[in-house]
């Protein structure tokens, strides 16, 4: 049984670095699967954030690259999301998810999610 | 980047009927690489379809993608009163790679 589990801060201030983690257990995460980041603002519909290859290579939504950073601890089964300088935008469930690997290209749904972590951004 | 366009927003149905939900793309997704996902609240985003017309594992045979090119649509026969949530159609062929999530289209039973 695939599970995911989000981790970390519920409360971000203005400015400062969000930091999420996401453990990975019943399955291999050196499996053939990317492994992504979503979120949903309030009221909104699902943003892709990112993904990463259990080699570390990495794909980013390019509305949030310059202030996303996803890496990948395969020691750890684990995979984290760090998001720089957040406003009240960035306010958000944040999701982790498993796709499949269907090739080189990055082309993938997700197919487990984990529970969600709400992150608030106040002072 | 290739965006996609929901319709309808909100669609009102009753225990029994059929539901029909479009997702349009901007431009044609390599592969039908074309998914959709139930999302409940408070609960994890399901996944349903993938490749356009595939059922995810554990997906009842009510729920059915079809189209192709820039045109999909998911129906949902026999509609349950837990069938309530929002759908999204997400894809993920695209050249370069990315992925793009619709709007969203919000089922009312």
């Known amino acids: 049984q695939v599970q995911l589990q989000e981790s970390g801060p519920g409360l971000v201030k203005p400015s400062e670095t969000l930091s999420l983690t996401c453990v990975v257990s019943?399955?291999?995460?050196?499996?053939?699967?990317?492994w992504g980041w979503i979120r949903q603002a309030p009221g909104k519909g699902l943003e892709w954030i990112g993904t990463?290859?259990?080699?570390?290579?990495?794909l980013y939504n390019p509305s949030l690259k310059s202030r996303v950073i996803i890496s990948v601890d395969t020691s750890k089964s684990q995979f984290s999301l760090r998001l720089d300088s957040v406003t009240a935008s960035d306010a958000a469930v944040y999701y982790c998810?498993?796709?499949?690997?269907?090739?080189?290209?990055?082309?993938?749904?997700?197919?487990?999610w984990g529970q969600g972590a709400l992150v608030t951004v106040s002072s | 980047e290739i965006v996609l366009t929901q319709s309808p927003g909100t669609l009102s149905l009753s225990p029994g009927e059929r539901a029909t939900l479009s997702c349009g793309a901007s431009?044609?997704?390599?592969?039908?690489?074309l998914a959709w996902y139930q999302h409940r609240p408070g609960l994890a985003p399901r996944l349903l379809i993938y490749?356009?017309?595939d059922r995810a594992a554990g997906i009842p045979d009510r729920f059915s993608g079809s189209g192709s090119g820039t045109d999909f649509t998911l129906t949902i026969s026999r509609l349950e009163p837990e069938d309530s949530a929002v759908y999204y159609c997400?894809?993920?062929?695209?050249?370069?790679?990315?992925?793009?999530f619709g709007q969203g289209t919000r089922l009312e039973i």
């Open positions: 998810a498993r796709g499949p690997a269907l090739n080189s290209n990055w082309d993938s749904y997700f197919d487990y």
């Open positions: 019943g399955f291999s995460i050196t499996s053939a699967s990317y």
């Open positions: 990463v290859y259990h080699y570390g290579s990495t």
């Open positions: 431009q044609s997704i390599r592969s039908n690489y």
């Open positions: 490749d356009a017309s």
């Open positions: 997400q894809q993920y062929g695209s050249s370069p790679p990315t992925i793009t």
